[in-house]
C-alpha cells in the first residue's frame, strides 16, 4: 500500500485507511452484484467524521472509474461506500464494473483536506496540491496524483483543471477562482 502524506493532508491511522479501503471493495463488490451494503459496526472514530473524499477504480494503470464529494456533512465511511458505489456503477466515463473484473481492481481513497483559495501570484504545487476551479457554473478537480502521473508542470495543471471544467485552458489568468488542496492517498487491492 502506497501512502502520500504532505502537510495539510489528513492524518488517518493504519486501522482507519485498512477499514475504509474494506469499506470501499466490500461495496464496490455490492454494487457489482447488485446487492446492498451496510457499513459494518465497529469501524475506527476517525471514519465517522466528515471529510471530502474520493474513491479511484483502476485497472493495470488505467483508471476505470472516480466519484467524489468535496464537502459532505456524512460520517467519512459513508461518503466512502457512497463514492466506491459510484465510481463502480455510474461514472459516464466509463460502463460499470464487471464481476469478472473486480480481483484486478486497484481501489485508491483520497480523503481531501482544508481547500484555500490560490492567490494570483501563486501556482499549485504538481503532486502535492489538489487544484479546484470554479467560474459561474462551470467547476473541475484534479486530485494530486494526477499531476504526477502526467509529469506536469503548475501552469499545466492550471490548465488541465481548466479544461476538465469546460473552460478556456487559460480561465485560470482571467478571472476564474482557484483553490487548492492536500490529500491523503492510500490504496489497495482485494486481497488474494
Not at 465517522?48 to 466519484?67: T, Y
Request: charged share 25%; net charge negative.
Amino acid at each position: 500500500m502506497k501512502i502520500k502524506h504532505p502537510p495539510g493532508a489528513p492524518n488517518l491511522s493504519p486501522e482507519a485507511r485498512d477499514a475504509l479501503l474494506k469499506t470501499s471493495r466490500d461495496a464496490v463488490r455490492a454494487a457489482v452484484h447488485n446487492t446492498d451494503y451496510v457499513l459494518p459496526d465497529g469501524l475506527p472514530a476517525e471514519t465517522r467524521s466528515a471529510s471530502g473524499v474520493f474513491v479511484s477504480l483502476h485497472l493495470a494503470e488505467d483508471l476505470r472509474g472516480c466519484i467524489g464529494v468535496t464537502h459532505s456533512r456524512k460520517p467519512l465511511a459513508e461518503s466512502v461506500a457512497h463514492c466506491a458505489r459510484a465510481a463502480a456503477l455510474e461514472d459516464p466515463r466509463f460502463p460499470p464494473v464487471s464481476a469478472e473484473e473486480l480481483p484486478a481492481v486497484l481501489i485508491e481513497i483520497s480523503v481531501l483536506g482544508e481547500f484555500r483559495i490560490l492567490g494570483p501570484e501563486e501556482r499549485p504545487r504538481p503532486g502535492i496540491d489538489g487544484v479546484c476551479i470554479d467560474q459561474g457554473e462551470r467547476q473541475g478537480l484534479l486530485l494530486p496524483q494526477v499531476a504526477l502521473r502526467h509529469k506536469w508542470s503548475a501552469e499545466q495543471l492550471l490548465s488541465e483543471v481548466c479544461r476538465k471544467a469546460n473552460l478556456p485552458g487559460d480561465a485560470w489568468t482571467t478571472g476564474a477562482r482557484v483553490s487548492v488542496f492536500q490529500a491523503q492517498i492510500f490504496s489497495g487491492r482485494e486481497a488474494t
